[in-house]
């Protein structure tokens, strides 16, 4: 199983949203950006088998991109992915992707979650890491808590 780990894409900052944060949209640069990144990620991928994402409304705005480029998904809010979700809670969600060994499953979420989970499947919590927003971190699961790292992919190798 092969999981495409993606930082939501640039929102408004907090500072300057008066709304709850879980409501936070993206901004205009982040909707183009994230159309890129997916259709790229659409060009170099097979299609997922499910798409996952926290129910942030720009984690929520950055899977449906996702979706779209890939001819359209359902996409699943789930409160694993949301900001600050608690580590443990990880194990639970990737050993349900585990059960089929072929596949692609995409998890849409938060910094600093997404590189910690990345860092513990990879490098047993010592890669140091932080995802920018749009980028994507390409692992492949090798049992329901460890993988390899295939590929990180920043956003601006699409953007330019």
């Not at 938060?110 to 692992?139: Q, R, T, Y």
Request: with cysteine.
């Amino acid at each position: 199983m092969r999981i495409l780990f993606v930082r939501h894409a640039e929102a408004v900052e907090y500072s300057d949203y008066d709304g709850p944060d879980m409501d936070r949209p993206l901004t205009g640069k982040g909707r183009r950006t994230m159309k890129l990144v997916a259709r790229s990620l659409a060009q170099r991928f097979d299609r997922p088998d499910r798409i996952l994402c926290s129910k942030a409304e720009r984690a929520r705005a950055t899977a449906e991109m996702i979706s779209e480029a890939f001819g359209g998904l359902e996409v699943e809010e789930r409160s694993e992915l949301n900001p600050g979700a608690a580590p443990a809670i990880w194990p639970r969600m990737l050993n349900e992707g585990w059960k089929k060994e072929e596949g692609l499953l995409v998890l849409v979420g938060h910094e600093p979650d997404l590189s910690a989970v990345i860092s513990s499947l990879v490098g047993d919590g010592h890669l140091n890491m932080k995802m920018k927003k749009a980028a994507c971190a390409d692992v492949k699961l090798t049992s329901p808590t460890k993988g390899s790292l295939r590929a990180l992919i920043d956003p601006s190798w699409v953007t330019g």
